[in-house]
């Protein structure tokens, strides 16, 4: 690729031509320096704050530091503690039973509504935007809000409303049994959306050619849904499984805000723990137990996609 | 013609039509109430006194308005300021990850040294670190570099985004290099070219990464917490938890209403480029 430098490039001396070999001066006449120019605030940004903390994440899980004083290698000791603090189990269930949750509410849902929606023929664009609305409110306002409609007392938001058919008043975010569910209610609404949109785009690539050739076939509403729409769409329904697993996996700001991790921890993700051991004591964190239960979130979360891709690839071959 | 699955012939037929438009209905009216039905009741509560709030929640006329609360919020409560510090953040992440994503899609994809295998890959592989993996260490680099309480702590780190660098690569590299060819004729540099060649025929996907820029940081909440422990720095997502200690109810649900006005806005000024990029979301990670 030879572009060359504009004067206004950086000073660069302008080289004699002697050589044909590839000398340094050749690499500055050939753009060379210009392409390094244009990286240059990427690798910058990259090495500062992704490449080097990356590489750092793995050896600080393996050294004891704290702000104050130097860091030393400890070997597995990190590991070993955090494998063996008994909130780790807790919080890894309820890390699963958050992620269980959110595909039992969240992951129908949007298809159903994706797939009802592409048959609107009259204002579609109202659809889309209403389904899309609670994801562009801040999540942060609408955990506050949400924690207000939460509110325990026969006047709360939720409970006037259940209230009404007579049921309640519900402790929503006082009980440990009800206390994961109000939280995955709220993170299905304001995330749905997002998904419904994702659906709604790979429904208009579905070949019109297929439906009819289906009808061709006899095939009823239902047929058509079920053995031209839904196939059509596994390819996105695949991935935004695995997306919903890896993104629920890190879940932080519902348990975060709403409830803290309570009642009597039964609300304490893995995400919640990892804040806890690094940033919860004023006094300097607990780094490299919180690097390690990270690095293992992340190598466990690595070889579940790697398995998943593996058999569900399998699925598509047979 | 794009078509779904419903047949014209089966628009015809009575049943079909009209059960499709009982549920269409039935969905308007679902999607209505949860898109805009807090949004509405914020708006209502955020003009209520706070007893009206507590004990008729749900009455759709308040008793009384208090106007009062939305002033009281912005001034007393300084929502004004830490409303700027939001600006303030989005801009600048805004502004970062344009030029690292515009520069090294250009390098990449335009220029293309012969490195340019490797070190896409390279970029790309960050993509599958989970961002908790970076917590801890990115947090110890900013307190090393002496960033804590400034705002680049926030700034920098968020041009460190392989997936804005993703799109763009891909989208220079479907634009016709006849043009670029051209241009180089005509006597256009690599900063010439960039600048008045690529950028300008760039326009979509530089909306779709400052869509996607904004809105991140209007949305962070961890981050900007661990690096900006400064109150006066704090941006409102941040600012708001710890505000409700210590704010009264009205008041407080004045600010939250008040930190929801402009992304709505937003989306509702530039729907067509927020659907679209929630679409291209799903596209480019799949």
Redesign the interface.
Known sequence: ?I????P??PPRPSPPRRRRRRTPRTWVRG??L??LV?????LV??T???????G??VV?SFQE?N?VSAATFVGLDNFRDVLSDPLLWTAVGNTLWFALLALLFGYPLPLL?A??????RRFR??????????????????V???K??Y?ASP???FN??LGAVGIGPVPWLQDAGIAMPALVIEAT?AAA??TV????????GVA?EL??AA?IDGAS?WR??WH??LPRLR??LL??FI?QI?GT??V??EP??FTGGGPANSTTTI?LL??NY??ANSLG?D?GA??AL??M??AV??IFSVIYFRVTRAWSAS | MSRGVLSQSDWRTPRVRRTARTLHVVLLALLFVAGVGPMLWLAKAAVTPTQDTLRQPLSLWPNGFDFANLATAWTRVEIDKYFLNTVAIAAGAWLVQLLVATTAGYALSVLRPRYRKVLTGVILATLFVPAVVLLVPLYLTVVDAKLINTFWAVWLPAGANAFNILLVQRFFDNLPREVFEAATVDGAGSYRLFWSVVLPMSRPILGVVSVFAVIAAWKDFLWPLLVLPDPDLQPLSVRLPALQRFVELDVFLAALAISTVIPVALFLVFQRLFLKSGALEGAVKG
């Open positions: 690729m572009l060359d430098t504009r206004a490039a753009g060379g210009t392409t244009f990286l240059l605030p990427m940004v990259f500062l704050f992704s490449w080097l903390p990356i750092q994440a600080m530091t702000l509504a797939v009802l929606m592409s048959e609107v664009g109202v659809y889309s935007a209403l389904a899309y609305l609670p994801v562009v409110i801040p999540p942060v306002v609408a506050l809000l949400w207000f409609f509110d006047t709360g938001v006037t409303l609404w959306g997002g949109i994702i659906y709604l785009a790979a429904l208009t019109p439906y009819e009808e509403v058509k849904v031209v729409t390819g996105v991935v935004t997306l890896i996996a890190q932080f700001l975060f805000l995400l990892i804040y690094a940033f964190g780094y919180a690097t990270s690095i979130l992340a979360l690595a």
